[in-house]
T-cell receptor
Framework: AQSVTQLDSQVPVFEEAPVELRCNYS??????LFWYVQYPNQGLQLLLKYLSGSTLVESINGFEAEFNKSQTSFHLRKPSVHISDTAEYFC????????????FGKGTRLSVIA | DTGVSQDPRHKITKRGQNVTFRCDPI?????LYWYRQTLGQGPEFLTYFQNEAQLEKSRLLSDRFSAERPKGSFSTLEIQRTEQGDSAMYLC????????????FGPGTRLTVL
């Protein structure tokens, strides 16, 4: 079985400041890793994913996450946040591929302050 | 591609009543998932289908819950004899098993049991 821990339930940060949202996972098998974002009153959207290859993955809107197998982590970072990044962020794992049920963390609410 | 749609978006019911939710996946997607999300928690897997076959059910899915995908297209999730603990957001997602590993989520159906 897999589990995901998001260590921070809420992260307030000032606009243009850097941010890191932490995610640790536990699994007895290899996993694929995902970050989903949920903007207010919208459905979940995939932000980025790690399947294999380079351990650093990037999204189109400036977020990046690094897979660290030894620390079983997949932290999400952005060097400079915008007001529009205010949302709930969910880390998720899948034991084989994204085409099997996802196991989600509890989420981190990122609030960007002007 | 109109995305994953869910109907209704909101449902208020009295304890003991039956409710049914519908999910229409992206048309070419053969996999369909149901998740449940309660306040302050990440989505939790309930069940999923490949075409019309129900491949897996979570232990969270009590006997009062039943899901169908009769023609391998839309799916319904029925809850019989609703309880207050069933109040949650019910999320549907779809994916294509032969394609990329992303699950596409619908906007959800928010159920309130009074």
């Amino acid at each position: 079985a897999q589990s995901v821990t998001q260590l921070d339930s809420q992260v307030p940060v000032f606009e243009e400041a850097p941010v890191e949202l932490r995610c640790n996972y536990s699994s007895s098998v290899s996993v694929y890793l995902f970050w989903y974002v949920q903007y207010p009153n919208q459905g979940l959207q995939l932000l980025l994913k790690y399947l294999s290859g380079s351990t650093l993955v990037e999204s189109i809107n400036g977020f990046e996450a690094e897979f660290n197998k030894s620390q079983t982590s997949f932290h999400l970072r952005k060097p400079s946040v915008h007001i529009s990044d205010t949302a709930e962020y969910f880390c998720a794992v899948s034991p084989l591929s994204g085409n099997t049920p996802l196991v989600f963390g509890k989420g981190t609410r990122l609030s960007v302050i002007a | 591609d109109t995305g994953v749609s869910q109907d209704p978006r909101h449902k208020i019911t009295k304890r003991g009543q039956n409710v049914t939710f519908r999910c229409d996946p992206i048309s070419e997607h053969n996999r369909l998932y149901w998740y449940r999300q309660t306040l302050g928690q990440g989505p939790e897997f309930l069940t999923y289908f490949q075409n019309e076959a129900q491949l897996e059910k979570s232990r969270l899915l009590s006997d009062r819950f039943s899901a169908e995908r009769p023609k391998g297209s839309f799916s319904t999730l029925e809850i019989q004899r609703t309880e207050q603990g069933d109040s949650a957001m019910y999320l549907c997602a779809s994916s294509f098993s032969g394609g990329g590993d992303e699950q596409f989520f619908g906007p959800g159906t928010r159920l309130t049991v009074l």
